[in-house]
């Protein structure tokens, strides 16, 4: 038997000699017995030179036991009825035969090799010792039989393991591709909205110079680039087999991302006052990078033109809180897909373990998300 990676079984790595240590020992012990007996009766020698000649044959036939395992069982086993030498490798095809197969086979080859243990045993006559040869016979057979039956149990086992351990690798991969992909829709989203800022400024304003408007250009092409490397990323996560990997900022990476916007033209109004930010763990940064990116997106479509406020505070064994808030335009209205950036938001805080709240307070969205800060 071989795992799915190619390599052999444990059982089969660490079993194969002991097998064969098992088919041998009764081949050496009769085969002692004919080197005492020969000499002293010559007359034994054809039935020795037959009985060692057939073990050997069982010896060789044990090699195909998993390709044609009954068949290799019923051969050995009718062996036994001339050879007692070839007990050794009948008994190791039939532990394998138990081991591998159902009821259906095993119970006919068991019966095969009782009658066959029976021939071998009453071939002199019915004595007293022909019926104790007989019932040990049965004896090992039974206790074959249910070795055999552990070796498949430990088999089954060892298989059900493999399979659950493949199949929670494969569900945390998928789990991983799309948390990434998750990721990249927050990132293309925010691209996307900026790109549409600066698409709508060129389309609108008339007082923009030569140089505004060429600075303005460039910020398009650069964002639109961008957007195009980030979608081949997207793509690249959902068909990869392999490992994955996709932008991961963190809580640092905030005072670029608000200098990115500033420069596309939102307003951006930064309280920072995080304790000892040092100490914060990457998946918190990294959540909280997202709550504040999807916020601003969400600002920008549903708020054009307004200024936003970013609040951040916190401290290592409370919580880190972030506060966003921007007015609320009476022309705002709910356009397609209005409020699922938020139902986004508010899943991924509480995978996190935090709460989020959002409300409109005096004519100003306000969103409040706190993510829990261990020490």
Not at 31 to 56: F, N
Not at 83 to 99: D, F, I, K
Not at 305 to 320: F, H, K, R, Y
């Amino acid at each position: 038997m071989h795992d799915h990676s190619g390599h052999q079984h444990p059982l089969d790595r660490w079993g194969r000699a002991l097998r064969y240590v098992a088919a041998l020992a009764p081949m050496l012990f009769y085969g002692a017995l004919w080197v005492w007996l020969v000499p002293q009766e010559p007359d034994r020698l054809p039935r020795a030179l037959l009985d060692v000649g057939l073990s050997v044959v069982a010896l060789v036939l044990m090699r195909w036991r998993h390709r044609w395992s009954w068949q290799i069982a019923a051969v050995t086993a009718l062996l036994t009825v001339l050879s007692s030498m070839a007990t050794g490798p009948a008994y190791v095809a039939y532990v394998s035969l138990c081991a591998h197969r159902r009821w259906r086979q095993i119970i006919p080859i068991a019966a095969l090799f009782w009658a066959c243990a029976a021939g071998y045993a009453f071939a002199g006559g019915p004595t007293q010792q022909a019926m104790i040869s007989l019932v040990t016979s049965t004896a090992i057979l039974g206790g074959l039989t249910v070795f055999g039956i552990y070796l498949r149990s430990l088999r089954d086992a060892d298989l059900a393991a493999k399979r659950a351990e493949l199949q929670h690798i494969e569900q945390a991969k998928l789990a991983e591709r799309a948390n990434i992909a998750h990721e990249m829709h927050d990132a293309l989203a925010h691209r996307m909205s900026l790109l549409a800022m600066l698409a709508g400024g060129l389309a609108y304003r008339t007082d923009l110079g030569p140089e505004e408007m060429r600075q303005t250009a460039q910020a398009v092409q650069e964002s639109a680039h961008q957007s195009l490397n980030e979608l081949r990323t997207v793509l690249g996560t959902l068909h990869s087999e392999g490992d994955t990997a996709g932008p991961q900022p963190t809580l640092a990476d905030l005072r670029e991302l608000f200098h990115e916007v500033r420069a596309a033209g939102q307003k951006v109004d930064v309280a920072d006052t995080i304790e000892q930010r040092d100490l914060l763990p990457t998946q918190t940064g990294r959540n909280a990078y997202r709550v504040v990116q999807e916020a601003l997106t969400n600002a920008r479509k549903h708020a054009p033109g307004s200024s936003v406020t970013v609040e951040l505070n916190g401290q290592p064994g409370d919580a880190l809180c972030i506060r966003v808030t921007n007015p609320t335009p009476h022309e705002a209205f709910a356009g397609p897909g209005s409020r699922l950036g938020l139902v986004g938001l508010g899943e991924r805080v509480r995978m996190a373990g935090g709460t989020i709240a959002h409300a409109n307070q005096n004519r100003h969205f306000v969103l409040d998300v706190r993510l829990p800060w261990k020490a």
